[in-house]
């Protein structure tokens, strides 16, 4: 709760301050009730917006992008994540030592691998695609705030019926993952992919045991990233097939990135969209709702409660 409160809080005064000086003529509750909404809407992941066009008229403003990227990978990360950051500048300041556990490493150095990675690659297929009419500092802040959001918040600073086919197949990629356990974000959680990564590599260097920064992972813990990984693997394609078979029964024309996109932002409770949203039939829209609460309540938690039905 405290840090909620205290991160919301932070948000709102930095938005309130740049939405003040960008639009001084604009009213003044509306403007703090503007900060508000986005405040809380990028810390919990949610991705809300009161802009009928959600960020994109904001792309030429770097610092409302900025605060909004900061409270979206801090609401990310997780709150033990978080935790252990703040005891780890306390114990610093106090000339202590204190050790981040392995989870939190792990969050971490996932996190920006996959941040670094997606600013990279969106940078690479959209300065001169739907960034090409913006300068390069403008297009640097927007293909990371695409980075950031992919995973989960689900803001939209570009149009994305408008862009490539690379990087909407990208944002699928990075909508997969998610974010951290014990966030507000959704998805497969940075952890389970880490982990899976890290099986397949030691499985290459002929290693029965996953070690991270000389310590062993328990197989328990393999197995249930794995377990997990093969579910979400078969929900999503059934919500695809889905998607697919009915939209196209339906007389829609066949666009199976739309399809797969939608399917994979409805299970991660993105809830970014290249356009289909509105044009799904009743029979479609069911299965989005599904989706979307099957990712938000978690398939182990489902799994567990119907075998106990069983």
């Not at 000086?21 to 809407?41: C, G, I, Y």
């Not at 996932?110 to 297929?125: E, H």
């Not at 918040?153 to 993952?177: E, H, K, R």
């Amino acid at each position: 709760c405290v840090f909620v409160v205290i991160l919301e809080l932070a948000g709102t005064v930095a938005l309130f301050m740049l939405m003040s000086r960008a639009n001084p003529f604009a009213d003044t509750w509306q403007t703090l009730w503007e900060s508000v909404f986005h405040s809380v809407s990028a810390f919990c992941n949610a991705g809300f917006s009161t802009f009928s066009d959600s960020l994109i008229s904001a792309q030429t403003s770097p610092a409302v992008l900025s605060v909004i990227m900061f409270l979206i990978v801090l609401g990310g990360i997780g709150f033990l994540t978080l935790e252990e950051l703040y005891l780890f500048q306390k114990a610093k300041r106090k000339g202590q030592r204190f050790r981040l556990s392995l989870h939190s490493r792990l969050v971490l150095t996932t996190t920006a691998v996959l941040l670094v990675v997606g600013w990279i690659g969106y940078f690479l297929l959209d300065r001169n695609g739907v960034f090409k009419h913006l300068g390069t500092g403008d297009t640097l802040v927007n293909t990371l705030f695409m980075s950031v959001t992919a995973r989960t918040a689900g803001f939209n600073n570009i149009d994305y019926g408008q862009a490539s086919v690379g990087s909407n197949f990208f944002t699928i990629l990075l909508m997969s993952v998610g974010g951290s356990p014990g966030s507000t974000a959704g998805g497969l959680k940075t952890t389970t992919v880490a982990l899976i990564f890290l099986v397949a590599w030691s499985r290459l260097r002929g290693q029965q045991t996953v070690t991270v920064a000389g310590r062993s992972v328990p197989d328990e813990t393999i197995q249930r990233a794995i377990g997990l990984f093969v579910i979400v693997f078969g929900i999503v394609t059934a919500g695809i097939l889905s998607l697919a078979v009915v939209e196209t029964q339906a007389g829609r024309t066949p666009d199976f990135l739309r399809y797969m996109f939608e399917a994979v932002s409805a299970f991660n409770t993105v809830g970014l969209s290249m356009g289909a949203t509105y044009e799904l039939t009743d029979g479609s829209r069911v299965t989005t709702v599904l989706l979307m609460f099957t990712g938000r309540v978690g398939p182990l938690a489902i799994a567990a409660a119907l075998l106990s039905l069983i």
